[in-house]
């Protein structure tokens, strides 16, 4: 099954459960059900559509842009700093990534979730060394809630089941990061989500730089 037709189902099903509402609450969950699921089939048509041509030099770009580039549409958030660090082992070449947009929306989609729910502080890091690649997005806040945890990444599965709590106001149903992790493992990624010490959300992608990186020697 495609991403668009794992999203498809969900928007037959709201529609069903619209026409056979019984009260005002199951009406409003089918409909943000069916805009969750439109919404993730917007995305997926557009991330999958190929490119019109070929920019060699804007299909390059290093760690420290790609964490630039993932930051920039959350800087404006009050009440909230946001910081990027990239750091490599030592003697060894800086990869020098394809651009993917599916990653830049994945890695987006995490810092956004984590500006929604850090207490003052996002950090987005970067590492690598001569095998792999990793980034982590990690927050202040309160943490993933434990008993969500071990599902994170499955459709439907969230900590934010409304807006309380959420610097943004986003409402969401867990698709943001079912789409973020299903993204990123079709590129080589593992994605892991964790609790941080003493507090806060961790959200960790790594790869095999042989998977992300351009002209991998």
Same mark, same amino acid.
């Given at each position: 099954m495609t991403g668009v037709q794992t999203c498809a189902l969900p928007i037959f099903v709201a529609k069903e459960m619209a026409r056979e509402a019984t009260t005002p609450q199951i009406r409003e969950d089918a409909d943000?059900?069916?805009?969750? =699921?439109?919404?993730?089939? /917007? !995305? @997926? +048509? $557009? #991330?999958t559509e190929a490119p019109d041509a070929s920019d060699q030099v804007h299909e390059r770009m290093s760690l420290l842009q790609l964490l630039q580039e993932v930051i920039e549409p959350h800087r404006d958030v009050k009440g909230v700093r946001l910081e990027a660090i990239?750091?490599?082992?030592?003697?060894?070449?800086?990869?020098?990534?394809?651009?993917?947009?599916?990653?830049?929306?994945?890695?987006?989609?995490?810092?956004?979730?984590?500006?929604?729910?850090?207490?003052?502080?996002?950090?987005?890091?970067?590492r690598f060394d001569a095998d792999t690649v990793a980034l982590e997005v990690r927050d202040d806040? =309160?943490?993933?809630?434990? /008993? !969500? @945890? +071990? $599902? #994170?990444?499955?459709?439907?599965?969230?900590?934010?089941?409304?807006?309380?709590?959420?610097?943004?106001?986003?409402?969401?149903?867990?698709?943001?990061?079912?789409?973020?992790?299903?993204?990123?493992?079709?590129?080589?990624?593992v994605v892991t989500f964790q609790n941080g010490r003493p507090r806060g959300a961790v959200v960790t992608v790594?790869?095999?730089?042989?998977?992300?990186?351009?002209d991998h020697a």
């Open positions: 943000l059900l069916m805009a969750q =699921a439109q919404r993730c089939r /917007e !995305i @997926l +048509a $557009r #991330l990239v750091t490599g082992a030592p003697g060894v070449r800086k990869p020098g990534l394809a651009r993917m947009p599916e990653v830049i929306h994945a890695i987006s989609s995490f810092v956004e979730n984590a500006v929604d729910f850090a207490a003052s502080e996002v950090l987005v890091t970067a806040g =309160a943490g993933f809630a434990p /008993e !969500i @945890l +071990a $599902r #994170l990444g499955e459709p439907y599965v969230t900590s934010r089941p409304g807006a309380e709590g959420s610097r943004t106001g986003h409402i969401g149903m867990g698709l943001g990061f079912f789409i973020s992790k299903t993204l990123l493992e079709r590129t080589g990624a790594r790869w095999p730089r042989s998977r992300i990186e351009l």
